[in-house]
């Protein structure tokens, strides 16, 4: 720094500064990025929850859906311009899937004299499902209730159209299904899915302990028939809870006989409780095959599909992207049929802005309404009024 005099009243004193640190040893943003809804496209305002590793940064977020965080380089790095680093910012905020942001930082030349930090840019966040829940009435005097009429997905739109949108423009197919329990891992755009029906084994087996959310091994009552990359159904006779996922060990100190501990390749979703029956599953041949149109995140309870779905409610597929290991979801049709009091019930719906109904029933014309997705509820209430010709 230059020398230069300062003078203060009659005093006149000599400043030399000392030289300013070097840019990696100053306090900086080592990873950053930018948070917006997937399906507005704006930043997200809710406050984030974030964590980081290495754990020696400091997360940070700002206005603007702005996050990440900071760090001294030199001290956290030293060996960055030869060896990359594993950077890992985990972000939580209402009303949205949580959602991991890794990514390797360097080899940077130049380091430490040379410094960017590792920028993910905009990160659309995914939101939590609802459920669609609606009746069915006919348009007269006094509500009557109709039974019997089909509501369907007739189209919908992945983001919020323009102000002057006309519809059906911008319309997209309704090639969307519900997944149960969601997704386990992200999965690409492109990942191959395809109905696998589940051929279960007769030997069945308990937990022997219950089973915490987002827990990878469990205990059974025996090892018989269980192996590394065999499918394991938990829960089997519950089906609100039921789960399949592909075994990655089984713990051979034992007798097969005996208990053993067993590691599956993804994490459950459920709680399952001691003494649920558990048994091996056999994939059978995948039919039905596409893929999916748009990438997934854990906790998606969603695929957009490239075509149009072919799957029967209830039925198995498997998702398999050549990146994770390969998951199995049951899969449900957005199509339901209204009880006697004209009350009908959707799944889980998500990753959409609007959606068109088709609503049939004989001696009533055709309803088409188009509703907007409220995603501030677990459950959005719907009404359709129909018309006699």
Not at 35 to 51: H, Y
Not at 199 to 221: E, R
Not at 325 to 352: C, H, L
Request: net charge neutral.
């Amino acid at each position: 720094m230059t020398v230069r005099e300062e003078t203060v009243g009659d005093t006149t004193y000599t400043y030399n500064p000392d030289p300013p640190p070097p840019v990696v040893d100053r306090w900086r943003a080592v990873v950053r990025a930018r948070l917006i809804d997937e399906i507005t496209r704006e930043e997200v305002l809710e406050s984030v929850a974030l964590a980081c590793q290495p754990n020696e940064m400091v997360p940070r977020a700002a206005t603007g859906g702005l996050v990440g965080a900071i760090g001294r380089p030199a001290k956290l790095f030293p060996s960055l311009g030869t060896a990359a680093v594993e950077i890992r910012l985990d972000v939580a905020t209402h009303g949205y899937l949580p959602m991991t942001l890794a990514g390797s930082l360097g080899p940077i030349a130049g380091f430490p004299n040379v410094f960017a930090p590792l920028d993910f840019g905009d990160v659309p966040l995914h939101r939590t499902a609802t459920a669609i829940v609606g009746r069915i009435v006919r348009n007269a005097t006094f509500t009557q209730p109709i039974a019997g009429a089909v509501v369907r997905l007739m189209g919908i739109w992945s983001t919020l159209p323009p102000p002057n949108w006309t519809a059906p423009a911008l319309q997209e197919p309704p090639n969307i299904v519900s997944l149960t329990p969601g997704l386990y891992a992200r999965r690409n755009n492109g990942a191959a899915i395809a109905r696998r029906d589940l051929a279960l084994s007769a030997q069945a087996k308990q937990l022997v302990k219950p089973m915490a959310v987002n827990h990878t091994s469990l205990v059974v009552s025996d090892r018989i028939g269980l192996a590394a990359g065999t499918v394991l159904v938990i829960d089997r006779d519950d089906p609100m809870r039921l789960e399949a996922i592909q075994i990655a060990g089984v713990d051979t100190t034992s007798t097969p006989d005996q208990p053993a501990v067993v590691t599956l390749e993804h994490a459950s979703k459920y709680l399952h409780l001691d003494g649920v029956a558990c048994t091996s599953a056999t994939p059978q041949v995948p039919t039905t095959p596409t893929t999916l149109s748009r990438a997934g995140i854990a906790g998606d309870s969603v695929a957009v599909l490239a075509a149009a779905p072919g799957f029967a409610d209830g039925s198995f597929v498997q998702i398999d992207d050549g990146v994770a290991v390969r998951e199995f979801q049951r899969v449900s049709r957005f199509t339901a049929t209204s009880d006697a009091n004209g009350f009908f019930r959707w799944p889980p719906i998500a990753r959409i802005a609007l959606a068109r109904l088709q609503v049939q029933h004989a001696g009533f014309t055709d309803a088409t309404p188009i509703i907007t997705i409220d995603y501030r509820a677990a459950m959005q209430r719907v009404s359709v009024f129909m018309e006699t010709p």
